[in-house]
C-alpha cells in the first residue's frame, strides 16, 4: 500500500516534455500528408497498416448505422427467433412481419457485424456478437433504451454548450429532475411520474445483473454483517447479495416510489424477514444507522460534484467506526491508460443532464475528502461494466493500494 498523493500524480502526468511536443507536431504533420498516404498505399509492406486506419475510420463515421442494425435485430426479436433454430429469410420475413426484399437487407447488414451467420440452405444463426445479445435480456433492453439516447445526441455539438432544458435521457431518468422547477408540474400528474419511476427502475434491474456478477467475483463479504445499498433501485443487487451471502442483514435507501418498489422484490425473492427498503432522499434525508458496509452501485456518476459530496458525507456519517464504503460503477481511464467505455459514458451522462464520468483516483480522492480512509482499487474481471473502490471509516492518513481483497 502507498500514500494517495493525488495532486502530486496529477502533475506528474500533466507534466510534457518540450521535445516530446516538437516529435508529436512533426509526427502529425507527416500522418495529414497526402504524399505519406499515396506511398503508403503503394507500397506492400505499408498497405495493410493504411487499409486499417481507413477502416477505422469508416467505421467510426457508419457507428450510428451500426448501432440502429443492432437496435432494429433487438425490435424485431431476430437474435431471439435464429437462438431457438437456424432460420430462412423467408422464414424470417414471416416473423417480423417484413418485406423480405426489405428484410434482406437487414440481415446482410447483420452479417457483416457479427450478429448473424450463414447456416446450411442459406438460413441464418447467431454470430459471434449475436450470442450475447440473445442471451442477455439486460443488453436487449440497454440497446432499446439508446433510441433515447440517440434523440438527444441528434445535434451533439448543442449539447455541448451548456444545461438547458432538459432532454429526453433525462425525462427516462425522473430522480435527476429532483429539486428542479420542472419537477413540480411533473408532480401533478402522479400516475406519470410513478410509470417513470417503474421504467428507470426495470432498466436498472435489467442491466444491473452484469455489475452484481463483477461484485460478486471480486469482493469477499465475509466480515460484513450488515449492508446498506444507497441508491439500491428495486433491490437486484441486495437480492442477489443476500442469496450469496446469507448472513447479511440488508437495508436499501432509494425515493420513496422506488423503494416501495424494492421492498415488494425482497417480498417475492423471500427475502423480507431479513431486507428492509427504507424511502428518503440522500441529498435531504440522513442515511439509515447500523450498517458495517454502505455500497454505492452505480449512483455517484450519474450526479454533479457538490451532490456526490454531499452522499459521500452522510455515507461516512452513518457508518461506525471501521465500516466500509464500496462504491462500484463504470469509470473513465487514468491518463496513459487504454480507455474502454470513456467515448461512450461522456456522452451518455452528459445526455442525464447531471453526472460525469470520473477516474478511480478521483472518486477516491472524494472519498477522501470526506473522511474515509485506506482507499483501495479492487482489481475486476470485466472493467468495462464497473470498476471498484472501497474505503473505510478510521483514523489516519488515507492510503491507496491496488490489492485485490478476494483471494479466491
Known amino acids: 500500500m502507498k500514500t494517495l498523493d493525488l495532486a502530486a500524480q496529477a502533475q506528474a502526468h500533466q507534466r510534457k516534455s518540450p521535445l516530446a511536443d516538437r516529435l508529436g507536431a512533426l509526427l502529425d504533420r507527416w500522418m495529414t500528408s497526402a504524399a505519406l498516404y499515396r506511398w503508403s498505399v503503394a ?34 426479436r431476430i437474435l431471439e427467433a435464429v437462438a431457438e433454430q437456424p432460420r430462412s429469410l423467408e422464414e424470417l420475413a414471416q416473423w417480423t412481419r417484413l ?80 429539486g428542479q422547477e420542472h419537477s413540480a408540474q411533473a408532480a401533478q400528474a402522479a400516475q406519470a411520474q410513478a410509470e417513470k419511476y417503474a421504467r428507470y427502475s426495470d432498466l436498472m434491474s435489467a442491466s444491473q445483473p452484469f455489475v452484481v456478477d463483477e461484485i460478486l467475483a471480486s469482493y469477499r463479504f465475509d466480515d460484513h454483517q450488515c449492508v446498506l445499498d444507497v441508491g439500491g433501485g428495486q433491490g437486484t443487487f441486495l437480492s442477489r447479495l443476500g442469496l450469496h451471502a446469507t448472513h447479511l442483514q ?33 441529498l435531504k434525508d440522513p442515511l439509515p444507522q447500523g450498517a458495517d458496509l454502505v455500497t454505492l452501485i452505480r449512483v455517484a456518476h450519474d450526479h454533479p460534484d457538490a451532490d456526490v459530496h454531499t452522499l459521500l458525507a452522510a455515507i461516512y456519517e452513518a457508518l461506525p467506526p471501521g465500516g466500509t464504503l464500496l462504491l462500484s460503477e463504470p469509470m473513465a481511464q487514468e491518463p496513459g491508460e487504454t480507455p474502454q467505455g470513456d467515448a461512450y459514458f461522456h456522452f451518455y451522462l452528459l445526455a442525464m443532464g447531471a453526472g460525469r464520468l470520473r477516474t478511480p483516483r478521483e472518486l477516491m480522492a472524494m472519498m477522501a475528502q470526506a473522511g474515509f480512509a485506506h482507499l483501495e482499487i479492487v482489481p475486476n474481471p470485466m472493467p468495462l461494466q464497473t470498476q471498484i473502490v472501497i474505503g473505510r471509516k478510521c483514523k489516519g492518513l488515507p492510503l491507496v493500494s491496488g490489492n485485490n481483497v478476494n483471494n479466491n
Open 99 to 178: 418485406p423480405a426484399a426489405g428484410l434482406q437487407r437487414l440481415l446482410q447488414s447483420a452479417l457483416a457485424l457479427g450478429l448473424l451467420n450463414l447456416r446450411s440452405q442459406g438460413r441464418y444463426g447467431l454470430g459471434p456478437l449475436g450470442a450475447p445479445v440473445a442471451g442477455h435480456p439486460g443488453i436487449r433492453a440497454m440497446i432499446e433504451h439508446h433510441a433515447v439516447l440517440y434523440q438527444d445526441m441528434q445535434d451533439p455539438v448543442a449539447m455541448l454548450q451548456g444545461p438547458g432544458q432538459p432532454g429526453a435521457m433525462a425525462e427516462y431518468w425522473p430522480y435527476t429532475l429532483e
Open 250 to 282: 440488508l437495508k436499501l435507501f432509494d425515493l420513496p416510489q422506488v423503494a416501495a418498489l424494492a421492498q415488494a422484490n425482497f417480498a417475492r425473492q423471500g427475502l423480507d424477514a431479513r431486507a428492509r427498503a427504507h424511502p428518503g432522499s440522500f
Open 43 to 76: 507500397n506492400p509492406l505499408t498497405r495493410w497498416m493504411t487499409r486499417r486506419r481507413v477502416r477505422q475510420v469508416f467505421d467510426l463515421m457508419a457507428g450510428f448505422v451500426y448501432s440502429q442494425v443492432l437496435l432494429a435485430c433487438v425490435r424485431l
